[in-house]
């Protein structure tokens, strides 16, 4: 962008910028209350801590089905079996679940790409603004000194 007079001022650019705006929240606030409960469970699932959670699960029931007094125990013994189909069970209702969640991570992801392509665009923008100011500076300073000269 070439500029035939001086260019815009600080206060001109202030003018023009628009505030900037946290996307995240933004995007959070765009999405249904399904769309949440999804990004919930997808964040919660894909943790460490839920992981750590269904192996302690999984071991206290093998442990207290095959340690328990006989009476006591709430599984005969092909328990693990049952354990195994539920589990199953269980990755068949949360896969859809995590992938819909990944969607709208995904979504939310292309949302940032655009929003640092636009503070792109403005940075871009403000060097060619920073850039027409010196080259007016070195203009002004190379008339000086040309006129100096002559005295």
């Known amino acids: 962008m070439e500029y035939k007079h001086n260019p815009p001022t600080l206060a001109e650019l202030r003018q023009t910028r628009k505030p900037v705006r946290n996307d995240r929240i933004?995007?959070?606030?765009?999405?249904?209350?399904?769309?949440?409960?999804?990004?919930?469970?997808?964040?919660?699932?894909?943790?460490?801590?839920?992981?750590?959670?269904?192996?302690?699960?999984?071991?206290?029931?093998?442990?207290?089905?095959?340690?328990?007094?006989?009476?006591?125990?709430?599984?005969?013994?092909?328990?693990?079996?049952?354990w195994i189909f539920?589990?199953?069970?269980?990755?068949l209702?949360?896969?859809?679940?995590?992938?819909?969640?990944?969607?709208?991570?995904?979504?939310a992801a292309e949302w940032r790409a655009q929003m640092d392509f636009d503070i792109n665009k403005k940075a871009e923008h403000e060097v060619e603004v920073i850039i027409a100011h010196l080259e007016n500076q070195n203009e002004l300073l190379l008339e000086l000194i040309r006129k100096v000269e002559r005295k």
């Open 86 to 91: 539920v589990s199953n069970i269980l990755q």
């Open 26 to 82: 933004q995007h959070l606030q765009t999405l249904s209350f399904s769309e949440r409960f999804a990004v919930f469970i997808h964040r919660y699932v894909g943790s460490i801590g839920f992981f750590f959670s269904i192996i302690v699960w999984t071991v206290g029931w093998l442990a207290w089905n095959m340690f328990a007094p006989i009476e006591m125990r709430f599984d005969p013994a092909p328990a693990f079996v049952i």
């Open 93 to 107: 209702v949360l896969l859809p679940v995590i992938m819909v969640g990944q969607n709208i991570e995904g979504r």
